[in-house]
């Protein structure tokens, strides 16, 4: 009941811990910036502008629904654990793979160019960070010696210390952050995917931007600590600031140089999961 409960909360927790990272950022730029309810406040407006009927393509109007909910749906397996059973960890990565997926979806469902080139992009990085998280997955779950998320125990990090380093790398990715957000690079592509999209479709798109922040957040200590609660809620925080240091201390990657580097980070993975998995130095 207790984990339901929770994961019912995500949400309200995702949007709270976004609040922060904001402030964060602000103060890291020596701005005062927003105050912690303003993702809040925004997702609030957002839900409550009416649409307007430029788009009749069904797949545009669906992508962000069904982008939130392959992200939503992550939190099933880490780290509440609602659903387990042996390999789980081979679905998440499917449910990761999904809701990258849907954003392409929604950007080149789109009329605006801007929304394309975006996917485009995304479509690039994709080919190299996807492949990585699964290789770190792998190699943490190997490095444990489980076949479920439910069986990590122990520092998997400390056998399969570049896996992590990889793993990190995919988060920044993934979120967005710079200096790999070439994806959603405002001054070059707008809003990115979303950016033809009004009111509802914008709630759902920007909810579950919070929520891929906060299930990284959550997902690196879980990886890197086997599971370890005390290690998850102190390594939420730390995520948070690393990712709010590295939006405003590093620039952005053009897109041939963000491949280059995600394709030097999957080499890393890949060897680091070989070397785990014939058992060398551990």
């Known amino acids: 009941m207790i984990e ?41 407006k957002l839900w409550g502008k009416k649409p307007f009927a430029l788009q009749a393509d069904p797949f545009f109007r669906a992508a962000p629904l069904l982008y939130f909910i392959a992200t939503y749906a ?29 954003y392409v979806l ?36 190997i490095a444990s010696g489980a076949t479920a998320f439910s069986g990590l125990v122990g520092n998997p990090v400390l056998v399969a210390p570049f896996a992590g ?22 001054t070059e592509v707008l809003a990115g995917a979303e950016t033809e999209y009004p009111g509802k479709g914008l709630f759902f798109v920007e909810l579950t931007r919070a929520l891929i922040k906060l299930f ?19 390594g939420v925080p730390v995520v948070y600031f690393l990712l709010a240091y590295s ?8 897109v041939d140089q963000a491949w280059w580097v995600l394709f030097v980070v999957l080499l890393v993975a890949m060897a680091e999961f070989v070397r ?7």
């Not at 397996?77 to 999904?98: A, H, K, R, S």
């Open 165 to 186: 380093l990889a793993l990190i790398v995919v988060v920044l990715t993934e979120t967005h952050t710079t200096p790999f957000d070439t994806a959603s690079a405002e």
């Open 106 to 141: 929604a950007g080149v469902s789109s009329d605006s160019p801007y929304s394309i080139v975006a996917s485009m992009r995304e479509m690039i990085l994709m080919v190299c960070y996807e492949i990585t998280l699964a290789l770190g997955i792998f190699t943490m779950i």
């Open 247 to 254: 939006k405003v201390t590093t620039p952005r990657y053009r």
């Open 74 to 102: 992550m939190f099933l397996f880490v780290p509440i654990g609602l659903v387990g059973f042996n390999y789980d960890f081979i679905f998440l990565i499917y449910l990761t793979i999904l809701g990258s997926a849907f």
């Open 4 to 44: 339901w409960l929770v994961f019912l909360a995500v949400p309200f927790i995702a949007i709270i811990l976004d609040g922060a990272y904001r402030i964060v950022v602000a103060r890291m730029q020596n701005r005062q910036g927003p105050p912690l309810l303003q993702t809040f406040y925004d997702l609030d």
């Open 276 to 282: 785990v998995s014939l058992g060398v130095f551990v």
């Open 216 to 234: 990284y957040a959550v997902l690196l200590p879980f990886m890197f600590f086997g599971g370890n609660i005390v290690a998850i809620v102190v």
